[in-house]
C-alpha cells in the first residue's frame, strides 16, 4: 500500500511538472481572469456578449455625466473667444520652483520642441524637415500663460491638442517653460 501511494505521488509530481511552462505562470484555472479580452470603447464586435443589447454600442458607452478617474475637465471653450478669456484671466497655480522648471522643459523637449525647436524659434527637427511649416516663434506672438494653457490642451492652428499626453501639473510646467522661453526671446 506504501508503495502504491509512493508511485502515485511520483507519477502526481511528473504530471504536474511536465506541463510547466517558463514563459508563462502556471495552471490557470480561469485564464480569461489573467489575459481578459480588451474591448475598446466604440469598436464593433462580433455577436451579442452584453446579454441581448440590440445596439452593441449602448452597453459600452460611459455612463452619462461620468469622467474618467483622474481627468479634470477644463472649464473653458475651445472658442475664439474661450481663447481670449483664457488669455486674460488664467494664471500658473504651481509655484515658479527649479523642479517645476526642469519638469516642463523635459516634457517640452519631449512633446513640444520637435516643432517649436529648442530654444521655442519655430525651428524643430520636423520644420527643417518641411513636414510642418508655419510654426510660430514665441517671439512673434503675444501670449500668455493662459493662452499657452488654452493651446496646450485644445492645439491651435495644425498642432493638436496634447491634453492626452499631458496632465493639468505636466501642462503648467510646460507653460511655466514656454513663458520662460517667450521671455528670454523678447529680451
Known sequence: MKVLVKVLVVVGMIGFTSCFNKKQSNYQFFPNMYESVGYETYQEV?????G??????????????TIKRGWIPFDIDNTTEGRAFAKDSLTNPLPK?????ATGKELFDIYCSVCHGKKGKGDGALVKSEKFLGVPNYKDRDITEGSIYHTIYYGLNSMGSHAGQLNEKERWQ?????????ADLTK
Not at 462580433?46 to 452584453?50: L, R
Open 46 to 50: 462580433e455577436g451579442v456578449p452584453y
Open 52 to 65: 441581448g443589447f440590440k445596439d452593441k454600442m449602448e452597453a459600452q458607452l460611459p455612463v452619462d455625466g
Open 97 to 101: 520652483t527649479e523642479a517645476n522648471m
Open 174 to 182: 510646460v507653460t511655466m517653460y514656454v513663458d520662460k522661453l517667450n
